[in-house]
């Protein structure tokens, strides 16, 4: 068995975190509109779409069009970037229980 001392900061590194603070100091200071909100998941994708729990909390926060499905809008969001509408309060808190917490868990 390896010690689990070689998985600490192998998942979500100590630069994952500092960008983790850095992302969410940014968002949270920001008026809640759905630009912003569109923002803030096209920046966090780049890090964290293909993580457990990214799927559900974007599903969550976003109210899509009639007609147009989660796949839809994940294959290509910027078709939709003025159609939707975005909580950023609750991607942010998703976000954070969803995915985040999940990762640094996974190296404890």
């Known amino acids: 068995?390896?010690?689990?001392?070689?998985?600490?900061?192998?998942?979500?590194?100590?630069?994952?975190?500092?960008?983790?603070?850095?992302?969410?100091?940014?968002?949270?200071?920001?008026?809640?509109?759905?630009?912003?909100?569109?923002?803030?998941?096209?920046?966090?994708?780049?890090?964290l779409r293909f993580w457990d729990g990214w799927r559900e909390t974007v599903a969550a926060s976003v109210l899509l069009p009639k007609g147009v499905s989660m796949d839809d809008f994940g294959t290509s969001p910027f078709l939709y970037q003025d159609q939707v509408q975005v909580n950023l309060t609750t991607f942010l808190q998703l976000l954070e229980i969803n995915v985040v917490l999940p990762l640094k868990h996974t190296q404890d």
Not at 17 to 32: A, G, L, P, R
């Open 1 to 47: 068995s390896i010690p689990k001392s070689n998985y600490k900061d192998a998942i979500f590194s100590v630069n994952d975190e500092e960008w983790w603070k850095y992302f969410q100091e940014s968002y949270v200071k920001m008026e809640t509109t759905d630009s912003n909100g569109f923002d803030a998941i096209q920046e966090a994708s780049w890090k």
